[in-house]
């Protein structure tokens, strides 16, 4: 049963495919988006073979200077800490943690909220009750005070800055998935798959799920971009982790430096990558808005 | 008509079947005191108007209520089982769609729109048989063919069908386990005349094919006349009358059939006006203490506003709940006129 299960879902998701290509090709701005994230999924998978530099070394210019503070040059491209740390490898690396947290949170918590929304819609009553109460609580949770508390309790762990992020940002999309789910039930073939014998999680996760899963795959996008700021956010304040490089590590460490006023080059490539990742998410997420909402179409 | 009807003639057997709705109004007795019997090899139709309990009635039979409906019965035995006493994974895995399958109201609807037809009624099958995805498949390609569809549109999707094509692979699909029983929920209202009859002429032909009784339930008299061995008519949650086919239209007692009958125009006197029952059905809030038809009832008596009558038994098969039942023939004469549905307005 669970093994044909999971073959079937399998079947389903190699038939996706193509379609989720298409429906990312079809929006010009998702198109664009869409070759961002490739180019910076390169960068994170070959990041060891890119940077020159370990992100912590110390680097010497060919004239055998320590390299410090050195703005953007063919030797150091994007220029260099008060430390002589090589910002170019640093950044590259960095890519690697950040899509990571990036993709583990936005995944784990659209799968939280996803559950959390299809069996509290589907089931309704108590169960509803309990788990949306649940929701509405988590809502009333300040970020920052929540990862500091963790942070403060388990140290400065990359899993734990996963967790906090996570255990913050399923909660919309729980709700979204939960509205669309209510509605979906009413349907006619949701009658007619139970007049069938299909049992309750047969229906959640066969009848409903693939017509919630635009909304999903909406929210997904959201999540991945929502934790990739909230880390570099969380990184920036120092409640980062202390051990790997991250781009808002690398704000952080500029802060520290005390040189924000003159090292320019300093700040400008880890904003701008965290803007174009972000950015580009979104624009992905466009197009799979206007499957989710047809009348954002462009007649 | 002098056959002698054994226990184990009777598919399924209903006896004081009645739904409770809770709601902010009250107690909705959507179905009272409800009994019937289904024969080995009928179609049994139900007729009735919008909102007299007939879906309903079904979506009892079959546990589909919503929670805020409760339902009992004194007996409801399918074949020899008790419907009321299985649990509900037994009455899902062994019952449903194996024994009682359902073609819902409204079917051109009822096809999950992001899952091919074919891989649906697969899956129907494959949740109550152990047989591979080849077989399943092998088996869906026969029951389109029984349905007159090609066997290549399984691969299709629902929004490639047209609204009879639907309507078909619905039957298709609930003749996939040889159910003992099929209930066909408005089968073909929203369909065009044409598609209606072609709808019909193969469920016709399907029935010389299989031995499966059918319950019909439509608001179409034409339709259940044209189709059904017996007939109840259906009305404020009540069977105001049964019978077989032919002895409700040619002997109805009951001045609820009575004023169906006017409705519906005839072949043999054309022209003639089609009279209407004025009013509308009852809300049916609160326990019933009247006849449900007594506020449209232009034969009603006083007891009729206090008393419900009970079924009375007219020959062998034909039962009907009515105190006026005697008084049938002057009844059926008075009914004709269309002056006497007027007198209430």
Redesign the interface.
Known sequence: MLASTASRWLHTARLGIGEHYRIIQSNPLSRIGFRLIVVFLVIAAFAPWIAPHDPWEMVYDKDGQFASLRPPSWEFPLGTTHLGYDLFSQLVLAARTTLVIGAVSGIISILIGANIGLIAGYY??KVDEVLMRLTDILYGMPFLPFIIVLIALFGRKLEFVILAIVLIIWRTSARVIRAQTISIKQ???I?????????DL?IIY??IL??V?PLLLLYAAFNIAWSIITEASASFLGFGDGETISWGGMLYELWLSGKTRVAWWWFAAPSICIVLLVTSLVFVSRAYEEVANPRLRKR | MTKVTTADEFVLQVRGLGVRYQTSQGTVHAVSDVSFEVRKNEVFGIAGESGCGKSTLIRALLRLLPDNADSAAELALYRDQDLYGLSDADFRQNILWQEISLVPQSAMNSLNPVYRVGDQVVEAIRTHRRVSKAEARGRVAELFDVVGLQADLMQSFPHEFSGGMRQRAMIAMSLALDPGLIIMDEPTTGLDVLVQERILRRIREIRSEISSSIILITHDIAVIAEMSDRIAIMYGGQFMEQANAIDLFENPYHPYTLGLKNAFPSIRELGSELISIPGSPPTLVGPVTNCPFQPRCPFHLDRCASENPLPINFGEDHQVRCFRSEDANQLRHLAAEKSTWRSLN
């Open positions: 309704g009553g349907r006619q073939f009658l007619a798959a139970k007049a069938r014998g299909a049992s047969r066969r009848h693939p017509n899963l």
